[in-house]
C-alpha cells in the first residue's frame, strides 16, 4: 500500500469557509476537521469539503504557498488560506456603494 503522508508529502483536504468567501482551510485528510480549534470554527462556520489532494512542498497552489501549507499542517494541524484584501475590498465595496438613481 502507497504511503500518502511522509516528511515531503501529505494527503490534505481542502474546505471553504461557510461564512466568509475565499476563506479555505486545509487539513491532513486523516485527521479531518476534528484538528481545527473552535475560535476559528466560530469565524469559518461549517466547513465545505472541496477537494483533496496530495500535497509536496513543490506543488503549484493558486493562493498559498505549499511548503508553507505543509509546514502549518505539521505543526497547527491546519492552514487558513484568508481572502485576498482586494476581495474584502470588492466585498465592502459593494456594499458600501453609493445609491444613484440607478442603484436606489
Known amino acids: 500500500m502507497t504511503q500518502y503522508t511522509s516528511a515531503s508529502k501529505r494527503f490534505c483536504s481542502i474546505y471553504k469557509s ?6 479555505y482551510v486545509y487539513v491532513d485528510r486523516a485527521k479531518g476537521t476534528e ?3 473552535e475560535a ?3 469565524v ?3 466547513p465545505l469539503h472541496v477537494m483533496d ?3 509536496t512542498p513543490e506543488k503549484k497552489l493558486a493562493r498559498a504557498d505549499a511548503a508553507q501549507v505543509l509546514k502549518d499542517i505539521e505543526e497547527k494541524d491546519f492552514y487558513l488560506q ?3 484584501p482586494e476581495a474584502e475590498q470588492r ?3 459593494a456594499i458600501d456603494a453609493p445609491k444613484d438613481s440607478l442603484h436606489g
Do not use: C, D, N, V
Not at 461557510?18 to 476563506?23: G, I, R
Open 18 to 23: 461557510s461564512k466568509k468567501a475565499e476563506m
Open 35 to 37: 484538528a481545527i480549534p
Open 40 to 42: 476559528l470554527k466560530q
Open 44 to 46: 469559518f462556520g461549517a
Open 53 to 55: 489532494l496530495i500535497l
Open 82 to 84: 484568508m481572502p485576498p
Open 91 to 93: 466585498i465592502e465595496g
